[in-house]
Structures are given as structure tokens and as C-alpha cells.
């Protein structure tokens, strides 16, 4: 039964996702190229790190995050009860962005 739950909630992650339009993710991140080191880090390290910590990738360095940038994003966007776990936690839609507009920009380490 877990695993149908999990299933079926893979599957509306998915669902939400692909109905994003890309164009107006393409039209906010025009003028908005975040910087990893000032931005993106912070927000991982702030927010992601002490629950992840013991797991691979760590998600404290740009060569992890970077790896697991889409993934996360997703989480953030689309489950938003569960990255971050806790409502008293729960990632701004600013911060959000920030980390959607370094991902289309390219996940430059800057």
C-alpha cells in the first residue's frame, strides 16, 4: 500500500511538472542570473543540508547540488509539504525561483 502511495504520488509530481510553461520560467530568468556562492549555496545550506546530511549527495558543494538541482527544485515546487518536511520551514516562492532561474541559467558555478 506504501508503495502504491508513493506511485501515485511520483506520478502527480510528474504530472505537475511537465504542465509548467517554460516560457514564462524563460521570461523571469532573463535579467535574474543568481550566483551559486551569494544565493544558491545559502539556500541549500540553510534549508536542505541538516535533514540530508547523512545521505549521498550531501547537498553542501556546488558538485552535489548541481547534480541534484532538478530534482530538488521539483520537491520544492510541487510537494511542498514535504521539501522542506516542515510548513514552519517551508522555502519562499523567491527562493524558490532563485533556484529555478540558476537551473535554466546554465547551473553556473559563480
Do not use: R
Request: glycine residues 2%; negative net charge; proline residues 5%.
Amino acid at each position: 500500500m506504501k508503495n502504491l502511495k508513493l506511485i501515485i504520488l511520483l506520478l502527480i509530481i510528474f504530472a505537475l511538472g511537465c504542465t509548467k510553461d517554460k516560457t514564462s520560467v524563460e521570461h523571469e530568468c532573463e535579467s535574474n542570473s543568481p550566483s551559486f556562492n551569494t544565493q544558491v549555496l545559502p539556500i541549500f545550506q540553510n534549508n536542505c543540508s541538516n535533514c540530508h546530511a547523512s545521505q549521498t549527495p550531501i547537498l553542501n558543494d556546488y558538485s552535489s547540488i548541481s547534480q541534484s538541482a532538478e530534482s530538488a527544485l521539483s520537491a520544492m515546487q510541487h510537494v511542498s509539504a514535504i521539501m522542506p518536511p516542515y510548513p514552519s520551514v517551508k522555502l519562499s516562492d523567491s527562493l524558490i525561483q532563485i533556484v529555478n532561474c540558476w537551473i535554466h541559467n546554465g547551473k553556473q558555478d559563480n
